[in-house]
């Protein structure tokens, strides 16, 4: 079973940031936060990760708390093309690398 | 990052008939995996793909139904046998290096059983 609790749905104004949040109350030590996103047909594409540190890349940020036990995805300004579902997975980032999908946020962008 | 390829894309196919879907990735990856997305669905791992030895099937999915082969360090297959139309879904390979390193996905092998 997927160890992350995310909101079914969630909108979004265009040009706006979009936050979406995760929770991960039983994540161990060694288990990574990893964020994915599907646009209808297509693979799962990766965003970002993150083991305790805040992450940021060209896409967007990941803040994790101090416990760990939540997070959340910022995409700072949100476009019609980031209408997807969003998935927060826990993972071992060692020698594992099997993903446990949950069934994710469904992200509308409106405009 | 890791570019992932497979055949077919799509593909529509008469039950009772077998099916052997392709995964190339355009490096070497330590990790391999398969996993199936039914319509409406989120995803669920099928097998992690071992090289050189059998596939480590999930609960509820067996070597009989869904053989997997994995030659190389950059390539393995999916064969989805004796389909029903229950099998009718989204076939998705995923790789990477391990060692928290990212788990990239193909575009997915779309599979209708008519």
């Known amino acids: 079973d997927a160890k992350t609790t995310q909101p079914t749905s969630m909108d979004c104004a265009e040009g706006r940031a979009a936050n979406l949040p995760c929770n991960h109350s039983t994540i161990s030590g060694n288990e990574y936060v990893y964020w994915y996103r599907q646009i209808h047909s297509q693979g799962p594409q990766y965003i970002i990760h993150g083991l305790k540190n805040n992450e940021t890349n060209e896409m967007a940020s990941l803040i994790i708390t101090e416990d760990r036990k939540s997070s959340t995805l910022i995409l700072p300004h949100a476009t019609l093309r980031d209408t997807a579902v969003y998935y927060c997975i826990v993972a071992i980032g060692g020698s594992q690398g099997n993903l446990i999908f949950g069934k994710g946020t469904k992200l509308s962008v409106k405009p | 990052s890791a570019v992932i390829s497979q055949k077919p894309s799509r593909d529509i196919c008469q039950r009772g008939t077998s099916l052997t879907i392709q995964c190339q990735v355009d490096?070497?990856?330590?990790?391999m995996f398969w996993y199936r997305q039914q319509p409406g669905q989120s995803l669920t791992l099928i097998a992690t793909?071992?090289?050189?030895?059998?596939?480590?099937?999930e609960s509820g999915f067996v070597i009989d139904k869904f053989p997997i082969s994995r030659p190389n360090l950059t390539f393995s297959t999916l064969t989805v046998s004796n389909m029903s139309p229950e099998d009718s879904s989204i076939y998705l390979c995923?790789?990477?290096?391990?060692?928290?390193?990212?788990?990239?996905f193909g575009e997915g092998s779309w599979l209708t059983v008519v």
């Open positions: 995923s790789a990477g290096r391990g060692n928290g390193n990212t788990i990239y």
């Open positions: 490096s070497q990856v330590t990790m």
């Open positions: 793909a071992n090289q050189g030895s059998e596939a480590t099937y």
